[in-house]
């Protein structure tokens, strides 16, 4: 069992920066691929981004690709998300996810089926 907590959501103006975080708690936590999806009102949950165990290995989403970076500290047991030159489009809320997967693709892939999820934070990015 993993859980998670996010926080650092908020309102900011386009092109500014936010940075979320995710507090996980459980077991060998560090054995969890780990990432972000995002729902905005009315669409699917998409993925965001994923970071293999080691936080060697990064996956994003093409939308976010270059604009967001997402890393981990293990001894921490959190997550962050680094995202910069927010556009509207971004608002939506944000979900930190975690499962064993072979890969950081396989997040991804595996969409909504993910193992474990927080009860997410609002981004909110105003015109």
């Known amino acids: 069992q993993v859980q998670l907590v996010e926080s650092g959501g908020g309102l900011v103006q386009a092109g500014g920066s936010l940075r979320l975080s995710c507090a996980a708690s459980?077991?060998?936590?560090?054995?969890?691929?780990m990432g972000w999806f995002r729902q905005a009102p009315g669409k699917e949950r998409e993925f965001v981004a994923a970071?293999?165990?080691?936080?060697?290995?990064?996956y994003y989403a093409d939308s976010v690709k270059g604009r967001f970076t997402i890393s981990r500290d293990n001894a921490k047991n959190a997550v962050y998300l680094q995202m910069n030159s927010l556009k509207p489009d971004d608002t939506a809320v944000y979900y930190c996810?975690?499962?064993?997967?072979?890969?950081?693709?396989?997040?991804?892939?595996?969409?909504?089926?993910?193992?474990?999820w927080g009860q997410g934070t609002q981004v909110t990015v105003s015109s």
């Open positions: 970071i293999s165990r080691s936080g060697l290995t990064t």
């Open positions: 996810a975690a499962d064993r997967l072979p890969t950081t693709q396989a997040m991804g892939s595996k969409g909504p089926r993910i193992d474990y």
């Open positions: 459980g077991r060998a936590v560090s054995t969890y691929v």
